[in-house]
Each structure stands twice: as structure tokens, then as C-alpha cells.
């Protein structure tokens, strides 16, 4: 039932900054994933329902940020210090409860949006 859509993908060069967004229909815990081609979906971030909780992957950690817009019930993704390793599809992922690393933790995907990092 919960429909998310991400947002504000496009090309930036490296050590630029991207924010990315994802709009759901009901208040929930976010993740982001992204995915490369060839490669699995991997963990980016995620905040949790209640307390906001975030947590990150080591690769990003440091220079993403993750965070909620209350008014728009919105979650966003700050990406700064843009890496070419960084270029990927971003798929924002929501669960009503549990939230962990792995894609299987997760209930809710959005369609994706890309994210492309020039050298």
C-alpha cells in the first residue's frame, strides 16, 4: 500500500553535491539502496519511523546525510563530495517497522532515479 517516489537524480561532477528526495504516502522508516550495473542492490542509508535514528554504510559515510522533512513528509538524501563510484540508480525502500541493511529488510520500493558522477 505505501508508494514511494524518488527524486532529484541528474549528473554532477566529482566533489559536487546532489540531494535526492523521496515522497511517501504514509509516515514510515526510509532507506535508500542503489544499485550500479552488473552489481547487487547495496545500503546507502536509512532513518527510522519515531526516533529518526540514522545510520549509514562505511563507503558514505561522512558525506551523505540522511534526513526528514516533516512538513512535506518527505525523507531526503544530502549528497556532498561526489565520487565517479558513487554512479548508480538510487531506490528509496520503506518499512512500517524493522529497517536493516539488507534489501530483504525492507517492504516498499520506489522506481529509482539515477545518479551519474563524471571524472
Known amino acids: 500500500q505505501v508508494q514511494l517516489v524518488e527524486s532529484g537524480g541528474g549528473l554532477v561532477q566529482a566533489g559536487g553535491s546532489l540531494r535526492l528526495s523521496c515522497a511517501a504516502s504514509g509516515r514510515v522508516a526510509v532507506a535508500w539502496f542503489r544499485q550500479a550495473p552488473g552489481k547487487d542492490r547495496e545500503y546507502v542509508a536509512s532513518?527510522?519511523?519515531?526516533?529518526?535514528?540514522?545510520s549509514y554504510s562505511d563507503s558514505v559515510k561522512g558525506r551523505f546525510s540522511i534526513s526528514r522533512d516533516n512538513e512535506k513528509n518527505t525523507v531526503t538524501l544530502q549528497m556532498d563530495s561526489l565520487k565517479p563510484d558513487d554512479t548508480a540508480v538510487y531506490y528509496c525502500a520503506a518499512a512500517n517497522t524493522f529497517s536493516g541493511t539488507k534489501v530483504t529488510d525492507w517492504d516498499y520500493w520506489g522506481q529509482g532515479t539515477q545518479v551519474t558522477v563524471s571524472s
Open positions: 532513518i527510522t519511523r519515531i526516533i529518526g535514528r540514522t
